[in-house]
């Protein structure tokens, strides 16, 4: 489907290191803004993280996360997968690309960031009240 980057904590294969993606942790939502188009992983926080920013987004994992969960069910911006299933993994992405979910998926994105507050804004208005009331 295109170009594959590996980011992995572990020691990686050698046969694998070509696919190694060498960025700094800082710079990875930027690299999944600008140059990811699917995510496929095991991290249910970068599954997330992806989906949150409109991605293609795959979670493959017999177990699961109340967020992956919610993400899936209630916004359809994660697919979770209990088990590696290439066939099945592939079809999937086959059909959200034949079907242009992508732009829907972005959309839904969007939705999902209306729907709730942004927390870090609400601390600092919080906080900033509480620092000016004195």
Do not use: C
């Amino acid at each position: 489907f295109g170009k594959t980057y590996i980011s992995f904590e572990g020691i990686l294969p050698y046969d694998l290191h070509k696919f190694r993606l060498i960025i700094k942790p800082h710079k990875m939502h930027s690299f999944i803004k600008e140059s990811m188009d699917i995510f496929v992983g095991d991290s249910a926080t970068m599954a997330a993280e992806a989906a949150v920013l409109g991605k293609l987004s795959i979670y493959i994992d017999n177990q699961t996360r109340g967020y992956i969960d919610y993400l899936e069910n209630e916004y359809k911006l994660v697919k979770h997968f209990k088990q590696l299933n290439i066939n099945e993994i592939k079809n999937y992405i086959s059909s959200e690309f034949k079907y242009k979910f992508l732009k829907v998926r972005f959309n839904m994105a969007l939705k999902l960031k209306n729907d709730h507050i942004d927390l870090t804004e609400f601390l600092w208005k919080y906080l900033s009240f509480f620092n000016n009331s004195r």
